[in-house]
């Protein structure tokens, strides 16, 4: 089984709203990612945790702050997001870090009005 | 210099025809190479891993050139289900993440 699972599929949120998005699998892998992609480009890395602990925090926002709860779940708490921050935001599992093949679940279309 | 080089097309290709994309990476220290597909609106799914020795799934084959630091992936008997864009990615010991081609985008048409 190589499924990564999302909720919710679509998320409209204002500016000033909180909201999570939420990334669970079940496939023993250590390493967990997200990503953001906006339309006809490729995704662009956000966090990577690698056993539960974070990784890699590419820059990116506070306004953005993942949580990694154990080893099949991860987070993305939202608050105070941009109309630019609209995205489809993926989240991707491996077997580890480095340069092992990534499973990415179907994403969170999100619309920040 | 990007990671990975694609071209971003579009190709534009017949029912029946062979494709072939080409992707071409800058850091030598690379040693795992794939392709995935991600369909409009869908998420990125691997396609198969590039080996040294080339391999080959159904009407799908991918080779490797390490010397010249080139992937290409061939595409046989195209058929419109195969419209998609096609991500290059690579990966290396010592970082954290894969490494996206900026992906090169395939319409079948009829």
């Known amino acids: 089984d190589t499924e990564v699972t999302q909720t919710p599929k679509h998320l409209v949120m204002g500016m000033t709203n909180k909201k999570s998005l939420k990334c669970e699998q079940h496939m023993g892998h250590r390493a967990m990612y997200w990503y953001k992609q906006k339309a006809k480009k490729p995704p662009e890395l956000m966090f990577v945790y690698s056993y539960e602990k974070l990784s890699i925090n590419e820059s990116v926002p506070s306004r953005f702050s993942p949580e990694c709860p154990n080893s099949s779940l991860l987070n993305l708490h939202l608050h105070a997001l941009q109309p630019e921050d609209s995205a489809l935001y993926l ?16 994403g969170t279309r999100l619309t920040v009005t | 210099r990007k990671e990975v080089e694609q071209d971003p097309g579009p190709f534009n290709v017949p029912e029946g025809a062979t494709v072939a ?74 970082a954290n993440n894969l490494f996206f081609g900026t992906g090169t985008r395939l319409t079948v048409i009829p």
Do not use: H
Not at chain 1, 91 to 106: D, V
Not at chain 2, 61 to 76: C, D, F, G, P, V
Not at chain 2, 78 to 88: E, G, M, V
């Open chain 1, 91 to 106: 989240c991707a599992s491996s077997p580890g870090l480095g340069s092992y093949e990534q499973y990415f679940g179907p």
């Open chain 2, 21 to 94: 994309f080409n992707c071409t990476y800058s850091n030598s220290a690379s040693q795992s190479f794939f392709w995935y597909r991600q369909d409009c609106r869908k998420e990125p799914k691997l396609l198969m891993s590039v080996y040294s020795s080339g391999n080959e799934d159904g009407r799908f084959t991918a080779q490797l050139n390490r010397a010249s630091q080139y992937i290409s992936l061939l595409i046989r008997d195209s058929k419109l289900s195969d419209s998609a864009t096609y991500l290059c990615v690579t990966g290396r010991t010592g």
